[in-house]
């Protein structure tokens, strides 16, 4: 199994930032991939960014310019930087993070954590 912690969460004024951080941690040999992705009230799930094992990252457009995903491959880590927050980005923000050991595939998901931008 794959267990995420997740953290970094909190209220913010609008142009604010906040990082998010989830660190993983199981029975895995590798990560394939690590995103984010919010909720929030009233809408479907989406996904904010994304970084795969090589590096490569894509965002939603939404927040392209903004949010920055990076990875601590030594430590299982990824982290969203969140910059020039804004009111629309309010939401509860999942970490996922797909891994895989010989035979086995693993998408896990972290527990959420609140973001508040104020306006």
């Known amino acids: 199994q794959v267990q995420l912690v997740e953290s970094g969460g909190g209220l913010v004024q609008a142009g604010g930032s906040l990082r998010l951080s989830c660190a993983a941690s199981g029975n895995f040999f590798s990560i394939n991939t690590m995103a984010w992705h919010r909720q929030a009230p009233g809408k479907k799930r989406e996904l904010v960014a994304i970084?795969?094992?090589?590096?490569?990252?894509n965002y939603a457009d939404s927040v392209k310019g903004r949010f920055t995903i990076s990875r601590d491959n030594a430590n299982n880590t990824v982290y969203l930087q969140m910059n020039s927050l804004k009111p629309e980005d309010t939401a509860v923000y999942y970490c996922?993070?797909?891994?895989?050991?010989?035979?086995?595939?693993?998408?896990?998901w972290g527990q959420g954590t609140q973001v508040t931008v104020s306006s």
């Open positions: 996922n993070v797909r891994a895989q050991r010989p035979g086995v595939f693993y998408d896990a």
């Open positions: 970084i795969i094992s090589g590096g490569n990252t």
